[in-house]
């Protein structure tokens, strides 16, 4: 019996984007680290806070929404859904990333960005649910 071979190209594209993206964010933290010196921790610096941070947001929320696209394309979400969705991320944490590295506080890029990454969760959520029935 042959096993059947499974393409996700949609998610392989985006996933791919954003661990490029990932990559950009771990190394402004560890030119951060080189910059201060600092090993472990943020040693008080503000700027390498804030870069530790974007990274750390990336990561607590992009992995979890490639599964969940991953899994949709499997069950064969339309083509156009899957793109909207994962060109969507790419902006929203694009923008999210953006708002938390040059603001300390509230900005539109951050509002933007959870707003968005939560929709695009929903979106996901909602159709992986409705493909069991």
Avoid at 75 to 87: D, E, F
Wanted: net charge positive; charged share 10%.
């Amino acid at each position: 019996m042959e096993a059947s071979m499974i393409s996700v190209p949609i998610t392989a594209f985006y996933g791919g984007l954003l661990a490029a993206v990932y990559v950009y964010l771990s190394f402004a933290v560890i030119f951060k680290r080189r910059k201060h010196m600092i090993g472990i921790g943020d040693g008080g610096k503000k700027d390498l806070s804030q870069a530790i941070r974007v990274h750390g947001n990336f990561m607590e929320y992009v992995p979890f929404a490639v599964i969940l696209m991953l899994i949709a394309e499997i069950n064969q979400m339309p083509h156009t859904l899957l793109h909207i969705v994962g060109a969507g991320l790419i902006i929203v944490r694009l923008l999210h990333a953006f708002g938390l590295a040059n603001n300390v506080g509230k900005s539109w890029q951050r509002f933007v960005g959870v707003i968005g990454t939560f929709l695009l969760y929903i979106v996901l959520i909602v159709t992986n649910i409705l493909t069991v029935y």
